[in-house]
């Protein structure tokens, strides 16, 4: 049977609280804001895809500190997981057809596999799960499999677009 009831706090409940996810979030959607401005001048050579993806990343950052620090279970906080939702599903499946080592290539379409796709599968099935936690009101499972997300999804993957000569990281230290 579900329940509503929270759980005690788990060691990385306690090790990553909410606020700490969330100002790490503002902090990375800030670092590639700036990033792209700054790499204005090469804006035109970026496929399109890459801008999708982008600005569905950038929407799913910008507002997990909303979510993570304003009051749970609200009509608002619905409507905005719904948004949120919507931007990481996007933002993986999008992800799929990234293609790392063919030029022509069309991602896991081609044959084209890298760990960042593991990811993206991994994002597109937990997500309905989150959905269908928070509608059966599993509130503690519905908790841990957000913070898993932007922890995982979304903040690490996140740190790992600056280094090692990719866009972001070109455009934000070059």
């Known amino acids: 049977m579900a329940s ?10 306690r ?5 700490l996810l969330a100002a790490a979030s503002l902090v990375l959607a ?12 090469e804006w035109s050579r970026v496929p399109a895809l ?15 500190p909303v979510m993570l620090l304003r009051r749970k279970g609200t009509r608002r906080h619905r409507q905005l997981g719904w948004v949120w939702s919507a931007a990481m599903l996007a933002a993986a499946a999008i992800a799929l057809f990234f ?8 991602g896991v379409f081609s044959g084209d596999v890298s760990p960042i796709h593991g990811l993206s599968v991994l994002v ?11 509608r059966q009101h599993r509130v503690t499972d519905h908790e841990r499999g957000v913070r898993g997300l932007v922890f995982g999804a979304l903040l690490i993957a996140g740190w790992f677009t600056f280094p090692f000569d990719r866009l972001l990281g070109r455009w934000l230290f070059g």
């Open 30 to 41: 800030l670092a590639a804001i700036v990033a792209v401005l700054r790499g204005a001048a």
């Open 50 to 64: 890459i801008w999708l993806h982008l600005a569905a990343v950038l929407t799913a950052t910008l507002l997990t």
């Open 99 to 106: 293609n790392a080592g063919h030029p022509n290539g069309y």
């Open 4 to 13: 509503s009831a929270r759980a005690a706090p788990s060691l990385l409940d």
């Open 15 to 19: 090790l990553l609280p909410n606020r």
């Open 124 to 134: 597109l099935v937990a997500v309905p799960l989150l959905i269908a936690r928070a």
